[in-house]
C-alpha cells in the first residue's frame, strides 16, 4: 500500500499431540499441520464461496473519513470446472489518502487467508511459542517470518495457532511482507472455521491499524468474509486470468 501525496503538499476425536509429560515435539507438529494444510489448499480449490472487502480509511479517533474500498467476489466454476473469480459488487475505490497496489491485492487473495503447505515451509523460519486456546480450542503457537524474500513474492511474517486435535491453522496474525520500497501493509488478524466437518477453511479477516509513510500515517479499517462454502464435484482447474481487478480511483 502506497501514499498518496497530493498536489497541496501532502475440534476432532483424536488426542492431543503433546505427551503427558507436557514435551512438545515441534518439528514433528510442524511436519504433520504442514501436510494437513496442503491436503486442505488442494480441497478448498475445489470449493466455491463468496468473499466481500470492505476497506475504509479512519481519523485518529477510529471515525471513517470517506475514503473506501468495497468488493464481492463470487469464486465459481465454469460448466467445464475452470475456476475463477466473479465480481459481483465494485464500486469506484474511493480512497483518498492511499493508494492499492498489485501487492495489496495479492495479500487479499494469498496472504491475509494464509496456508502454510509442506513445499512452503523450507521458505519460511518457524519457532514454536508455546499453547493457547482460541475459543475453547487447544492450539499449539507458532511465529512464523520469510527465510529469504525473493522479487515478486509476497509472504506472511507473523503467528499462527494449530488446533492440537486437526493440526490445522485456526488463526492467525501478523502481516504482508515482501520486497516492497515504499509500501506499509497492516497487521490483520484471520479466523477459520470448520467446514463439512473436516477442514478449517478462513471465514473472517479483520484490520485496524495505523500505516506509518515518511509523508505521514493513515489509519484504516479492513473487513474480509468468506462464505457460503459448497463443495463443487466436478474437476478444476484455477484460472485467474480473467480476474478483474478494482478499479482505481479517478485522477484529480
Known amino acids: 500500500m502506497r501514499v498518496l501525496i497530493l498536489s497541496t503538499a501532502l475440534a476432532a476425536l483424536s488426542a492431543p499431540v503433546w505427551a503427558a509429560d507436557d514435551t512438545v515435539n515441534a518439528a514433528e507438529i510442524i511436519a504433520k499441520f504442514a501436510a494437513k494444510e496442503t491436503e486442505f489448499a488442494e480441497a478448498r480449490n475445489n470449493y466455491t464461496y463468496r468473499q466481500s472487502l470492505k476497506m475504509e480509511e479512519l481519523d485518529s479517533g477510529g471515525n471513517p473519513t470517506g475514503g473506501k474500498w468495497e ?3 463470487d469464486i465459481i466454476f465454469t460448466p467445464e470446472g475452470k475456476r475463477y473469480e466473479k465480481v459481483v459488487y465494485a464500486p469506484v475505490i474511493s480512497l483518498k489518502n492511499i493508494n492499492l497496489t498489485p501487492e495489496d491485492v495479492q495479500d487479499l487473495r494469498e496472504v491475509q487467508p494464509f496456508v502454510l503447505t509442506t513445499a512452503e515451509v523450507p521458505e519460511y523460519i518457524i519457532n514454536y511459542v508455546g499453547r493457547e486456546k482460541v475459543d475453547e480450542v487447544g492450539c499449539f503457537v507458532f511465529s512464523v517470518k520469510p527465510r529469504k524474500m525473493a522479487p515478486h513474492k509476497r509472504y506472511f511474517e507473523g503467528q499462527v495457532w494449530v488446533d492440537d486435535r486437526d493440526l490445522q491453522i485456526v488463526k492467525s496474525y501478523g502481516k504482508g511482507a ?30 485496524d491499524d495505523t500505516l506509518h509513510f515518511k509523508e505521514m500515517s493513515q489509519r484504516i479499517r479492513m473487513v474480509v468474509k468468506y462464505q457460503d462454502y459448497k463443495r463443487f464435484e466436478g474437476r478444476s482447474t484455477i484460472k485467474y486470468g480473467d480476474t478483474v481487478e478494482p478499479k482505481a480511483p479517478a485522477k484529480k
Open 71 to 73: 468488493e464481492v467476489d
Open 178 to 207: 515482501g520486497i516492497a520500497k515504499g509500501q506499509e501493509f497492516p497487521k490483520f488478524e484471520t479466523y477459520r472455521e470448520q467446514i463439512d466437518g473436516k477442514y478449517w477453511f478462513p471465514t473472517y479477516t479483520h484490520a
